[in-house]
């Protein structure tokens, strides 16, 4: 399901999703409102993207939002003025959420705006990322909380972490040739841009 927003004292203008057209959308995900989906993205059955509450939402190129993923944020204006505050920038640009390149969000992550995940991130299963900021090539293992930190770049977040204090995250340990998912992502984004590449060929809508 892809459709617009509605008007609203939190979202002032209707917005369309901008999809690239090497994306894949399944029938059962739904994308809503200001949201831009690039290149060979993989959005799979039963996740969520809203851009119609916060917003801009933006998902990378080669990045893939998997089963049950909710892509949502808190308002970013009030009757016509921007809340700045609920608001991330990335390359000078504000968004509600951003996710980079080559991201793999796995099932049932939740990344609620105001929050950015780096390139090259693997954010793990049933994890929440809010009111975070994720670094470039990190892993986030499956079961943390990610609440108000900034996770510095190369960088993995060990498996249940509920991680809220700034200090911690300064910690947290570096990914070394020896850590076990150094490469995960790799395969990640090889299976789910492949998997885009092929639902797109095979027209299934």
Known sequence: MIHKNVITDFSSEVREPNIHQTAYVHPL???????????????????????DEGQPLFVGDESNVQDSVIIHALETEHEG?????????????????????????????????????????????????????????????????????????????????ILRDQADADRLPEITEDYAFRTLNDGVVHVNTHLADGYNKANIT
Request: charged fraction near 20%; proline fraction near 6%; glycine fraction near 14%.
């Open 81 to 161: 003025k921007p809340i700045e505050k609920n608001m991330v920038e990335v390359d000078g640009e504000r968004y509600a959420v951003h996710v980079g390149r080559r991201v793999s969000l796995a099932h049932q992550v939740q990344i609620h705006g105001p929050a950015s995940v780096g390139d090259d991130s693997f954010i793990g299963m049933q994890s929440l990322v809010f009111k975070s900021t994720v670094g470039k090539g990190c892993v986030v293992e499956p079961g943390c909380t990610l609440l108000g930190v900034s996770v510095p770049d190369g960088r993995y977040v060990p498996c249940g972490t």
């Open 29 to 51: 995900a739904a994308v809503i409102g200001n949201v831009t989906i690039g290149r060979r993205v993989l959005v799979s059955p039963f996740a969520a993207v809203r851009g």
